[in-house]
């Protein structure tokens, strides 16, 4: 099993252009994540899906745009990219289950550089 | 709204010492607290996690955690670290509101020196 799987694993973008970032599972996951991660200040929720068709608003979800057409894709979206988003952006995935699951299994993540 | 720290940013041990991180959180009922870890150029993997039971949860790669509900922490301990153990460690709590959201802490950054 791959896992979870992240395209592209860096890029660097110019102010302004617009790229997306794929994230894919394999591990039929009702719930996918994506997270960014700054130093010093840990990872922090952009948006995330409970379901294919579903999507809301994390904790930082403000100049970014997700979809989740399939069960085993989430997108993440800039529409036009600013310097303070660059960032390492961590996908994830977890399965809905019962308490005592809530594992999240992490993409090894995708480094944007924005200039 | 729920909140982790971690108080320590940056820790440096030589190989054999003992290791403990804090981590507290801000929530007083029922929680559920995770370790990941973060080893360079790798994706966060599980250490361990806490939802109910015993207060000493062991992990993986001898890395044990105390859950102490009287001071809102969830420590991680190892009794001798390694230089692979070289790494950032987050502290996570499971959101409220669900959907297994998990709110991290900011991170320590551990180096460990042969």
């Known amino acids: 099993n791959a896992g979870v799987t992240q395209t592209p694993k860096f890029r660097v973008l110019k102010t302004g252009q617009s790229m997306t970032l794929l994230c894919a599972q394999d591990m039929n996951h009702e719930y996918m994540y994506w997270y960014r991660q700054d130093p010093g200040m840990g990872l922090r929720l952009i948006h995330y899906s409970v379901g294919e068709g579903t999507t809301a608003k994390g904790e930082v979800p403000d100049g970014y745009n997700v979809s989740r057409l399939k069960k085993q894709n989430f997108l993440l979206g800039l529409e036009s990219a600013a310097p303070s988003q660059t960032s390492v952006y961590f996908c994830?995935?977890?399965?809905?289950?019962?308490?005592?699951?809530?594992?999240?299994?992490f993409g090894e993540g995708s480094r944007l550089t924005v200039l | 709204a729920q909140s982790v720290s971690q108080h320590n940013h940056h820790v440096i041990l030589s190989e054999a010492a003992s290791l403990e991180l804090g981590c507290n959180y801000s929530?007083?009922?029922?929680?559920?607290l995770f370790w990941y870890v973060q080893y360079p150029g790798q994706h966060l993997q599980l250490l361990l996690k806490y939802f109910s039971g015993d207060p000493l949860v062991k992990g993986i790669k001898g890395f044990e955690a105390e859950f102490i509900k009287s001071k809102f922490s969830f420590n991680l301990r190892k009794p001798s670290v390694q230089w692979s153990d070289t790494a950032e460690y987050f502290c996570?709590?499971?959101?409220?509101?669900?959907?297994?959201?998990?709110?991290f802490g900011a991170g320590t950054r551990l180096a460990v020196h042969p």
């Open positions: 996570a709590v499971k959101d409220l509101w669900g959907y297994n959201k998990l709110i």
């Open positions: 994830a995935s977890s399965s809905a289950g019962g308490p005592n699951t809530g594992e999240l299994f």
């Open positions: 929530y007083g009922g029922t929680v559920n």
